[in-house]
């Protein structure tokens, strides 16, 4: 039984005790009027009679006002109960690539509304269909993220933080905060939503001397400002190259522009961290209908913090 029907059925039980008393109690008073004045007697016996019954129609029309104003009282009082702490500090967006065969094509995202310095983990926090019942829990993701190496640890989001929350798989293996080097992760592989591309630019980088030879130098140079952001450059690309490029440019272009060396001469960068988390489900089947259902974000104590429909 639903909590607020028995208060309800209490509620009703005063009224109609209330209601009956009125009349009765009006009744006895008429009754010793009716012996002070008999020649009233009939008008008065027909009066009581009709107030009476509009006075109790009148009365019960009112109970059901109140009942209804008790009723929505309760709903709020039950729904503000499973709300948590953290309601309004993260809000969901509608989900993305719902009819999508591949699962890494469907997500959806949370933002922040934080205040400065304020933190909040949502590690542990999960997501619930309230029409399939089926849930998944938000994982850890690598704050220095290497592809394949699980080095994760708890998502804990500050002001202006935006999490991914990928249904499918992660084409480097593990879930992650992107950061100033990440875009290096979009070559060969595909990324929903796209990474970032703003890896800084090789030729924006402490460049050494490849050659003594002026020109041979410049044409190293020249070669560099041409690689775009965020791209490699491998063996076949060298073959490529004129012979009178310098061996010590080719290396430098096949060794030093990848990300692992992004990382190591940007990592004390005040700018090096991102604030975007890509957090994969790792869930192939169904969570969630296609159409006509809602999805509730919980808190780690099952307290629903957002809710989206559709």
């Known amino acids: 039984m639903n909590i607020k029907e028995p208060l309800i059925i209490i509620l009703v ?13 009006k009744a006895k008073t008429n009754r010793n009027n009716i012996s002070k004045n008999i020649s009233s007697i009939g008008t008065n016996n027909k009066n009581l009679g009709y107030s009476s019954n509009k006075e109790v129609a009148a ?13 929505q009282s309760l709903d709020k009082k039950i729904k503000r109960s499973k709300r948590s702490p953290y309601y309004d500090k993260i809000r969901m967006s509608n989900i993305s690539g719902l009819y999508q065969d591949n699962p890494n094509e469907e997500y959806l995202s949370l933002s922040t509304n934080l ?7 949502i590690t542990d926090w999960y997501l619930k269909s309230e029409v399939t019942g089926y849930y998944t829990i938000i994982g850890q993701a690598a704050l220095l993220p290497f592809p394949f190496a699980k080095t994760e640890s708890n998502v804990v989001l500050q002001q202006g933080d935006r999490v991914y929350l990928i249904k499918g798989f992660s084409p480097i293996g593990i879930s992650f905060r992107t950061n100033k080097c990440t875009g290096y992760f979009e070559e060969n592989r595909t990324f929903y939503p ?26 190293c ?38 990300y692992n060396t992004c990382i190591a001469k940007h990592l004390g960068d005040t700018d090096f961290p991102g604030n975007e988390y890509r957090i994969y489900l790792n869930k192939f089947g169904p969570l969630w209908r296609t159409r006509h259902d ?8 099952g307290l629903i913090v957002d809710s989206i429909s559709y």
Not at 59 to 71: C, F
Not at 294 to 301: A, N, R, S, T, V
């Open 294 to 301: 809602k999805i509730d974000l919980h808190d780690e104590k």
């Open 115 to 121: 205040k400065k310095n304020e933190t909040l983990k």
């Open 221 to 258: 140079l020249n070669i560099i400002e041409r690689i775009p952001r965020c791209v490699t450059r491998d063996n076949e690309f060298i073959r490529d190259l004129p012979d009178t490029v310098s061996s010590a440019c080719k290396t430098y272009i096949t060794t030093q522009i990848n």
């Open 59 to 71: 009365n019960i029309k009112e109970a059901k006002k109140d009942i209804k104003k008790l009723e």
């Open 194 to 219: 796209s990474l970032s591309l703003q890896c800084p630019l090789s030729k924006d980088e402490n460049l050494p001397r490849f050659s003594n030879v002026y020109d041979r130098n410049d044409e």
């Open 13 to 25: 039980l005063f009224i109609l005790v209330g209601l009956a008393y009125s009349p009765l109690k």
